[in-house]
């Protein structure tokens, strides 16, 4: 599978239809980024030579926030990097297939987090986290952290239970997919939304069913449309959790058959996030939100909005899912004209 599967969805769903746009200042972020990502030892040699080297992560970043201050794309591509460096790690043993040593790892990230300092010593996964929360919640309010160490405890959850699935080579049925998924998949990247934007979202209109229909399916969007381009990476090394093999086993597809089921559920879940979009405005009305909240509402669900497509371009600019090309060799006319 690649992703030219969800590059033909750009044709038959309309809200796939538009490319997204990309941050004027984008050409600073990808120096930014990687210079960051080295100095806190996430990312070591070559970036070309990994996964979360070849991700790209500040492309991703600039397509969401096309219009956002560069210091506020600059800090998400970061926490998209680190993100990525902590999945990197989960997908590696012992943390693959061990629920207790996901627990572990998050028990240090979170108590540092709480302490406010990573210890002597501290792996880079935590001394990077440290930073980046620093950074981020200074601005923002308590219920607003609180949200977001809820979500790293739900993605901490989700993690860990995969880890056990992958031990007792257990595949989620349909059922249990897509939940597990949605926490698996950095539900607290989306709380990253309004301090990119500046703003903070009331907690009234996040609990409303309409309000958890269209983030949900915007998450499931990214995520499966993630199962799709990553689904050859999983399969090689023997992981099911990704929807394609979901899917596969439980109605007997090939990987055609799975993969085109895959974007029919993506093109469902679209439809589900605009129309949740669209039914908003008598929520708001209902909920009696004053001018400054319905602004601040209606620019996340842009963001929200434009993030299905955004992340399809970034898959198709990515390495992350490709395999690594090994450098080319030096010639010896090259290396005669270094003396």
């Known amino acids: 599978m690649d992703i030219s599967l969800l590059l033909s969805m750009t044709d038959r769903v309309t809200?796939?239809?538009?490319p997204s746009a990309m941050h004027p200042e984008s050409w600073q972020l990808c120096a930014q980024v990687e210079?960051?990502?080295?100095?806190?030892?996430?990312?070591?040699?070559?970036?070309?030579?990994?996964?979360?080297?070849?991700a790209r992560c500040e492309r991703l970043a600039a397509r969401v926030f096309p219009d956002a201050d560069l210091e506020a794309v600059d800090l998400f591509a970061r926490w998209l990097t680190w993100t990525l460096a902590l999945d990197d790690t989960m997908d590696h043993p012992p943390l693959a297939d061990?629920?207790?040593?996901?627990?572990g790892l998050y028990d240090d990230l979170l108590r540092a987090m709480r302490r406010g300092h990573a210890r002597p010593g501290a792996r880079p996964l935590e001394a990077a986290l440290v930073e980046l929360w620093h950074?981020?919640?200074?601005?923002?309010?308590?219920?607003?952290?609180?949200r977001f160490m809820l979500?790293?405890?739900?993605?901490?959850?989700?993690?860990?239970e995969e880890s056990v699935n992958r031990r007792i080579r257990h595949v989620p049925t349909e059922a249990e997919y897509a939940p597990l998924r949605r926490r698996a998949c950095g539900p607290f990247l989306y709380d990253l939304v309004e301090p990119v934007l500046g703003v903070e979202l009331p907690a009234r209109l996040l609990r409303t069913p309409r309000w958890k229909t269209l983030a949900d399916s915007v998450a499931d969007v990214v995520a499966w449309s993630n199962d799709l381009a990553s689904?050859?990476?999983?399969?090689?090394?023997g992981d099911v959790h990704d929807l394609p093999a979901v899917l596969a086993r439980a109605h007997g597809l090939d990987p055609a058959q799975a993969a085109?089921?895959?974007?029919?559920?993506?093109?469902?879940?679209?439809?589900?996030?605009?129309?949740?979009?669209?039914?908003?405005?008598?929520?708001?009305?209902?909920?009696?939100?004053?001018?400054?909240?319905?602004?601040a509402a209606a620019q996340v669900v842009k963001a929200l909005l434009d993030t299905p497509r955004a992340h399809v371009d970034w898959l198709a600019e990515s390495g992350r899912y490709g395999r690594a090309t090994p450098p080319a060799p030096?010639?010896?006319?090259?290396?005669?004209?270094?003396?």
């Not at 950074?135 to 607003?144: A, L, P």
């Not at 979500?151 to 860990?160: I, K, V, Y």
């Not at 010639?331 to 004209?337: F, G, H, I």
């Open 15 to 18: 809200a796939l239809a538009t």
């Open 35 to 54: 210079t960051w990502a080295r100095g806190r030892g996430l990312v070591l040699g070559d970036p070309d030579t990994s996964p979360l080297g070849r």
């Open 98 to 103: 061990s629920g207790s040593a996901v627990h």
């Open 135 to 146: 950074t981020t919640s200074r601005s923002m309010s308590r219920d607003w952290r609180r």
């Open 151 to 160: 979500h790293l405890e739900a993605h901490r959850d989700g993690c860990a």
């Open 231 to 237: 689904h050859d990476l999983e399969s090689a090394r």
């Open 260 to 295: 085109a089921a895959v974007a029919d559920r993506i093109a469902d879940r679209i439809e589900d996030a605009w129309t949740a979009a669209r039914r908003l405005p008598e929520m708001l009305d209902r909920l009696e939100l004053t001018v400054a909240q319905r602004a």
């Open 330 to 339: 030096l010639r010896l006319d090259a290396l005669a004209s270094l003396r």
